[in-house]
């Protein structure tokens, strides 16, 4: 089945620390996207990024959509990282267009 | 420009009442999602919209049903709400279907 699996499910950091996150899902994708859900709830998009490498600040992400997996770096880390970080991906199937699948996240808490 | 708008912020209903979670946006955007999220889960698509007079479902739509009004506005109906749809609701809105999306703030459902 379509699967979508995050890692680490929790990240703790001290303030300045660099990241990885990682994301890993089951096939051929045509969408993915990486979002941020602060402690109040919002979700904010990060990143469009279904292949290739994109950087945005202290934030950049990388798809390898052959090997099926992206990776979300974030450098320098400060507390108004924290919160949740979700994948999600769109796959390569008709009956799936326009869906996105979301994993379940990973709870990043940065300490000053 | 708000972006993603949804009414109501905040509802508790009580076993088999009835509902509609209102969601508009003023991005022209062409596709339309409704999702929740439970605790300790990513998000869950229940229903979308590819183009206006289009609704489609998602992963979850037992005991809901929607309405795309217009371009702008996407209702959620909960015809006889039950204990296991608590559960926080977004609505997001894209161009088209395999393109970033954007999530209004979501609305917090309690049923009693």
């Known amino acids: 089945g379509i699967q979508v699996e995050q890692s680490p499910p929790d990240l703790i950091l001290q303030e300045g620390a660099n990241s990885t996150l990682r994301c890993n899902f089951s096939?051929?994708?045509?969408?993915l996207q990486w979002f941020h859900q602060n402690p109040w709830g919002q979700l904010i998009n990060l990143f469009y990024?279904?292949?290739g490498t994109k950087q945005n600040g202290r934030l950049s992400a990388t798809t390898v959509a052959t090997e099926r997996y992206s990776l979300l770096y974030i450098s320098s880390s400060q507390t108004t990282d924290s919160g949740v970080y979700f994948c999600?991906?769109?796959?390569?199937?008709?009956?799936?267009?326009?869906?996105?699948?979301f994993g379940r996240g990973t709870q990043l808490t940065v300490w000053p | 420009n708000a972006g993603v708008t949804q009414t109501p912020k905040f509802q508790v209903l009580k076993t088999g009442q009835s509902m509609t979670l209102q969601c508009a946006q003023d991005?022209?955007?062409?596709?339309m999602y409704w999702y929740r999220q439970d605790p300790g889960m990513g998000l869950r698509l229940i229903y979308y919209?590819?183009?206006?007079?289009?609704?489609d479902k998602g992963e979850v739509p037992n005991g809901y049903n929607v309405s795309r009004l217009n371009k702008r506005e996407f209702s959620l109906r909960l015809e006889s709400a039950a204990p296991s749809q608590t559960s926080v609701y977004f609505c997001?809105?894209?161009?088209?279907?395999?393109?970033?999306?954007?999530f209004g703030p979501g609305t917090r459902l309690l049923v009693l």
């Open positions: 997001a809105s894209s161009v088209q279907g395999q393109e970033t999306q954007y």
């Open positions: 096939d051929s994708v045509n969408n």
């Open positions: 990024i279904p292949s």
């Open positions: 999600a991906v769109g796959f390569n199937r008709g009956s799936t267009l326009g869906r996105l699948y």
């Open positions: 991005m022209n955007h062409n596709s």
């Open positions: 919209s590819a183009s206006e007079g289009t609704t």
